[in-house]
């Protein structure tokens, strides 16, 4: 069983920075694609960004483009989250997870960590 736990959330002014991290407790993480996900209040889970397991390949959501970055570390068993120019409507509860496909699709993925609050001040 693969376990996934997010750190680095927080309170963030308008147009701040944050780094988010994903770590996983088995080195099979190694071998799994491992999107990010977002939760606001009262909205659908959507989909964030996406790195394939060699780091080889990512893929961001339109919103998020030139702001946010996507980056792993194999041999750390981790994947990060890198916001930068935050914005107000990008509070929400971000997720990690992890699993075969290379989708935005949440129901595609069978290990998910517990969420880290975003909360950005305007």
């Known amino acids: 069983q693969v376990q996934l736990v997010e750190s680095g959330g927080g309170l963030v002014q308008a147009g701040g920075s944050l780094r988010l991290t994903c770590t996983a407790s088995?080195?099979?993480?190694?071998?799994?694609?491992v999107p990010w996900f977002r939760q606001a209040p009262g909205k659908e889970r959507e989909f964030v960004a996406t790195?394939?397991?060699?780091?080889?390949?990512?893929s961001l959501t339109d919103s998020v483009k030139g702001r946010f970055s996507i980056s792993r570390d194999r041999a750390k068993n981790t994947v990060y989250l890198q916001m930068n120019s935050l914005k107000h409507e990008g509070t929400a509860v971000y997720y990690c997870?992890?699993?075969?496909?290379?989708?935005?699709?949440?129901?595609?993925?069978?290990?998910w960590g517990q969420g880290t609050q975003i909360t950005v001040s305007s």
């Open positions: 997870a992890a699993g075969q496909a290379l989708t935005q699709r949440a129901a595609d993925y069978s290990y």
């Open positions: 790195i394939s397991w060699s780091g080889g390949y990512t």
């Open positions: 088995t080195r099979t993480f190694s071998d799994l694609n």
